[in-house]
């Protein structure tokens, strides 16, 4: 529901009005803005009653699921980004599947210095040159592409602890998008 609020207006901008923001803004209103402000209030309101179910309940995050929960956000970042390589190596070459990333199992990065960190980094940036480029050529394969990039962020530590440090079942609605890219 969360990707909704962003992959529609994303949808219509990049595919539907051939990236111009002149032409998305002036049919934006009244059709457009009534969707997209629907879909915004049905997910706040998921949210709202998510939120409060969890708030009395005994679920809560454990270190064994996910110890990225429990240190600072620079060393978390910077794992998550180095995480992200690795679902990244798994889509491109898926040699070494396991069933279980439990803690401890994957690196983690102290600092921008370190080499797990480094590799991390290197990978987002190498990301990010490539929407570049397909921002300048292929503007559906953008929207796959981003696509992509919001299923991945929602799961992937980056923004917000989740349940699991990592965990290839993550990887589904991501691989999708860069398969639609790829193909």
């Known amino acids: 529901a969360v990707i909704l609020v962003v992959a529609l207006p994303l949808q219509d901008l990049l595919v539907v009005d051939g990236g111009s923001f002149g032409r998305f803004g002036r049919s ?3 059709r ?5 402000g629907s879909v915004a209030l049905v997910t706040l309101g998921w949210a709202a009653g998510r939120a409060a179910v969890l708030r009395d309940s005994s679920l809560s995050v454990e270190p064994w699921m996910n ?3 429990f240190v600072p956000t620079l060393p978390r970042i910077l794992t998550a980004l180095t995480v992200q390589a690795h679902a990244l190596r798994l889509l491109l070459v898926p040699v070494g599947l396991r069933p279980d990333y439990s803690a401890g199992s994957l690196p983690l990065a102290t600092s921008v210095g370190s080499v797990v960190g480094a590799g991390g980094i290197l990978v987002a940036a190498g990301l990010g040159v490539l929407a570049l480029v397909l921002a300048r050529r292929d503007r559906l394969a953008l929207f796959w592409f981003l696509l992509a990039g919001l299923a991945w962020g929602v799961v992937s530590n980056l923004v917000v602890s989740s349940w699991v440090e ?3 079942r993550l990887l589904y609605l991501p691989s999708a998008g860069l398969c639609v890219v790829a193909g």
């Open 32 to 36: 457009r803005a009534l969707v997209y």
């Open 67 to 69: 110890p990225l929960a």
């Open 166 to 168: 990592f965990a290839e």
């Open 28 to 30: 934006l209103w009244p």
